[in-house]
């Protein structure tokens, strides 16, 4: 696209010198007509006009032949114009606008809800955030499990703990913490939430993960206590499904056992179910309280169609 942009405005530059300078046309004519077979009629006819409307900008016919210079003002015009139209054809389409004529037509109901105004994902959480908050996750869950340790010895009673999502999932390289492989219809009622959890309740949330392939989806799903789905049975894989954790005074939080952090989740929950999104904090067997999804009507979890609706999700990145 540069490229197109430099070579146009550098074909406009060439024509509007030569517009300007007799000389340099006049030198030019003559580069053509040593390349051009004069034998040809029509060639030399048409080059006859042209030398006519050439000559008639030399300095010696400007009062006789005025009316042909009229020509050059109109060429130089018409050159102006096609610069105009250049710049309107070549400028950076705004991917905001295009994904908003796209909710329109593929969900009216996420436009309604946005009232028209498409909201931009925020920066990508640095990877060194998330690795300092599950190292903390880790410390406060070994920490409660010698509590329950303590207290079962104490009762002399086995205590029954709620599974959770396993946070050490998320520390690899695997992990797709990038917005451009979500789906529009789910990523603007998510990136809502993000807005509704920072202005109401004071909670601002980082993406820990959204797209997950199938193949790390069957490596998590050896572990029964982070997820029983495998690939494409996972919202994941289809753009629709996404992990949040929290961000509180520059440090990422994930850990359910930080009662700030545990009152945030139970928040977001609510604000998440409120547009129309699946909260993993409802789940009877893993509590995934990071977990949202958005539960398409119609949708056939095949390979086909998560292809699709991942390649519906960079649509913007395309175009732009």
Not at 147 to 176: C, K, M, R
Not at 211 to 229: D, F, I, K, V
Not at 249 to 256: A, L, M
Request: glycine share 6%.
């Amino acid at each position: 696209m540069v490229t197109l942009i430099f070579l146009s405005f550098a074909c406009l530059a060439i024509g509007l010198t030569l517009l300007m300078s007799y000389e340099l046309r006049n030198k030019c004519g003559q580069l053509i007509h040593s390349f051009i077979p004069s034998s040809k009629k029509k060639i030399r006819t048409a080059l006859q006009f042209a030398d006519h409307i050439h000559e008639a900008a030399s300095p010696h016919k400007l009062q006789s032949h005025w009316h042909l210079q009229q020509w050059w003002i109109l060429i130089a015009g018409l050159f102006l114009f096609a610069s105009i139209l250049v710049f309107a054809f070549t400028r950076p389409i705004n991917p905001t606008r295009i994904e908003a004529e796209y909710l329109k037509e593929t969900d009216p109901q996420v436009y309604a809800l946005l009232n028209g105004e498409i909201l931009s994902p925020p920066p990508e959480v640095d990877e060194t955030l998330i690795h300092d908050a599950i190292v903390e996750a880790t410390r406060l869950e070994q920490n409660y499990q010698a509590q329950q340790d303590t207290i079962s010895s104490i009762n002399a009673a086995p205590i029954e703990l709620p599974l959770t999502h396993s946070h050490g999932s998320l520390d690899s390289s695997l992990v797709d913490r990038k917005w451009d492989k979500i789906n529009p219809r789910y990523k603007q009622r998510l990136l809502m939430v993000f807005k509704i959890m920072k202005e109401q309740h004071g909670y601002e949330l980082v993406l820990l993960e959204g797209y997950r392939s199938p193949s790390r989806q069957n490596m998590l799903a050896g572990n029964p206590n982070t997820t029983r789905a495998r690939g494409y049975q996972s919202y994941h894989q289809f753009g629709l499904a996404a992990d949040v954790a929290f961000k509180r005074n520059g440090k990422v939080v994930i850990t359910e056992r930080d009662p700030w952090a545990m009152r945030g989740y139970e928040l977001y929950g609510q604000v998440a179910e409120s547009v129309g999104l699946t909260w993993g904090g409802r789940w009877k067997s893993i509590k995934d309280y990071g977990h949202t999804e958005y539960r398409m009507p119609g949708l056939r979890k095949t390979k086909e169609m998560a292809e699709q609706l991942i390649a519906e999700g960079q649509i913007t990145h395309r175009i732009s």
